[in-house]
Each structure stands twice: as structure tokens, then as C-alpha cells.
């Protein structure tokens, strides 16, 4: 074999291996975090999890702070792409929200353990960091969302806060009765379309004017 053609051939089977590697490093922090927490975590046990050294996690991150920064900022935009996925907000108020949630809906039940994890973030020393652009991206696209549905007199004008609480809160409580198993009393609950949906019709009731 040409020596030259060689070389780029082992280089590339290199980075493969590398990027496989990344994604497992990832894969696993995440599920560690949703274990143990930020206290328990720490690089020897990710190193662990993983089968590599510790030395090779400090070849992609500074440290675990950084590991974690970067694994949340990575996890959260993921997340807010799909749930910004196709969203116009030129959308009338009836299909905006309802797009939403389809969108949110599917990220949560697809993505549990990136959940989880972002829920933790929220509650941590690095929630500023993480969350700065994401509030901003989601601040202009639905902040527009907002003022087109009042202009068009489809709602009454409010805080995002009451906006948010009244739009999402039914659709997060829902998801968590579904990931937990059960709801209010330890009811056995699995959330079907016709309870998604069924709700999300009185969620819409309840903004009409």
C-alpha cells in the first residue's frame, strides 16, 4: 500500500475512534450525573464507566467543571432545537401551541436522562452559564409568538412567567407521571394522545378570551 495512503487512512480510522470515544464519554457522564449528582460525580468514576483512563478525559476537558459545562451546554441546545424544530412564529396562537407541544413532548420522551439532567443544571452553579442563550433564543422566538397572538386579539396580554406556567405546566406534570410510572397517589399512568392532547384542548380554553 501507497505509505501516504496509509497514513491518511490510520489517521482517519484515529479520529473515528476519538469521536466514538467523545460520544461515549458524554453518553456516560450523563447518566452518572442522573445517579450521583454534581457532588459524587468525578472524573475517576466517568473513567471508570467508560473503560479509558483518567488521563485521557483531561485530553477533552480541562477538569470537571469544564466536562460538565460543556456536556450541559451541549444537552440543552440539543434539547431547544427540537423543541424549536419547525416553529414559525407567525403560527396562528391555536397551532404555535399546539406545535410546541408535539415538539417538547417528543424531546422529553425521547431524551429522558438529558431531562434529568438539564433539571439539575437549573438548580446549579452553573445555570447561568447554560441557560443565558437558551432563555434568549427562546425569549425572542415565543416573545414574538406572544405579541402577534395579542395584536391578532387571540389572548390577553401577559408576563412570559404567567405565559409559560399556564402553556407548559399541564405538559411537564403529564411527562413526569408518564417517566415516573405513576401520578398523584402512585397511580400506575402512561401518558397516551388522547390524554396529551385532551389537555392540551383545556390548556387552550383556558387562554381564549
Not at 475512534?17 to 467523545?22: E, Q
Not at 473513567?47 to 476537558?61: D, E, G, P, Q, R
Request: include cysteine.
Amino acid at each position: 500500500m501507497n505509505i501516504h495512503l496509509y497514513l491518511q487512512l490510520n489517521q482517519k480510522r484515529m479520529r473515528i475512534r476519538d469521536v466514538n470515544k467523545i460520544e461515549l464519554v458524554k453518553e456516560k457522564a450523563v447518566e452518572l450525573l442522573v445517579e450521583v449528582g454534581f457532588e459524587g460525580f468525578t472524573m475517576a468514576k466517568l473513567a471508570k464507566l467508560c473503560s479509558i483512563s483518567v488521563a485521557t478525559l483531561y485530553i477533552y476537558y480541562k477538569d470537571k467543571d469544564d466536562l460538565i459545562l460543556q456536556i450541559g451546554l451541549e444537552e440543552t441546545k440539543k434539547l431547544s432545537a427540537m423543541m424549536l424544530e419547525g416553529f414559525d412564529p407567525d403560527f396562528s396562537f391555536a397551532d404555535g401551541l399546539r406545535h410546541q407541544w408535539k415538539n417538547r413532548a417528543r424531546s422529553m420522551l425521547e431524551n429522558p436522562l438529558s431531562c434529568k439532567v438539564i433539571e439539575q443544571l437549573k438548580t446549579s452553579t452553573y445555570q447561568e452559564k447554560i441557560f443565558e442563550s437558551m432563555s434568549e433564543t427562546f425569549k425572542q422566538t415565543l416573545g414574538v409568538f406572544m405579541d402577534k397572538a395579542v395584536a391578532n386579539g387571540e389572548i390577553e396580554e401577559m408576563p412570559m412567567e404567567t405565559y409559560w406556567s399556564v402553556a407548559f405546566g399541564p405538559l411537564y406534570a403529564l411527562v413526569r407521571f408518564h417517566t415516573e410510572g405513576h401520578s398523584i397517589g402512585g397511580r400506575p399512568f402512561i401518558l397516551t394522545d388522547d390524554i396529551l392532547w385532551s389537555t392540551f384542548n383545556l390548556v387552550l380554553k383556558a387562554f381564549k378570551k
